[in-house]
């Protein structure tokens, strides 16, 4: 359709700039995800603001993922909130293809722990209260530990921080526009399709760690491209 209007414009003798185009929406849509999620370094990680954008780090956010097998330890959770945390763990991991298993009993053998706390509310600066928190320990992007803490709260808000800080535990940031995990406007209680194909196109081997978001949005462009059309060939059929 946007190629006739183009024909029919180019035919009356405008030229067209890119931008005047119609854009493929959806792709579009996975990019802007993406450009919020899949680069860490945003002030304290919080959602994009202007003035954030605005700043001269921002183009050199970088790429941070596992590169290393996964070995978790779970503590201090109920039955059911400890199988919806190792649930979130094994299916973000085998959608990341990163190779992942429980810990052995050694202090040092876990290098992914989520733990519930014995407490009513983190205060993680004087300015603020959290119910939990992800704290990511990388190396030039590739990450090497990390722990997840969750305070006492109702099942539905764990659940919450239990898929939101797990998601930045493998690396993902926080998300502003689109429903998302990572969004603090929606309270989900699971991946959404925008975070599993984010997930998908910040493992995919071509964006690698510690790239700038120069360098790695025009690639995870092409990878969530390509991640699209397979998603609607296989729905098609
Ligand atoms: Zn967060």
Partial sequence: MGGRIAAVLLLGGLVL?????A???????????????????????HPLTGSAILTPTF?????VKWTRPIRYRI???????????????????????????????GVDDANFIVR???????????????????????????????????ARAKPRQIEHCLVHE?????????????PSAVNYAYQLIEPSSWDWLAVRALYDARLIANKSRTEMLPVARQVLRELQSTTARSSAR
Avoid: W
């Fill in 116 to 150: 519930l706390e014995d407490v009513d509310v983190f205060e993680p600066s004087p300015m603020e209260y959290a119910s939990c928190y992800a704290n990511v320990i990388q190396y030039k992007g590739h990450i090497n530990r990390v722990s997840v803490h969750i």
């Fill in 17 to 21: 700039t890119a931008c005047q185009i």
């Fill in 23 to 45: 854009p493929d929406r959806s792709l579009d849509a996975a990019t802007l995800h993406f450009n919020e999620v899949g680069f860490r370094g945003a002030p304290g990680g």
């Fill in 166 to 178: 797990i998601l930045h535990g493998f690396g993902l940031a926080h998300a502003s526009r689109l």
């Fill in 75 to 105: 503590t201090g959770f109920n039955d059911d909130l400890h199988a919806t945390a190792e649930r979130f763990l094994i299916e973000i991991a085998k959608t990341a293809r990163i190779k992942i298993s429980v810990a052995g009993d």
């Fill in 59 to 63: 183009a050199d956010h970088r790429v």
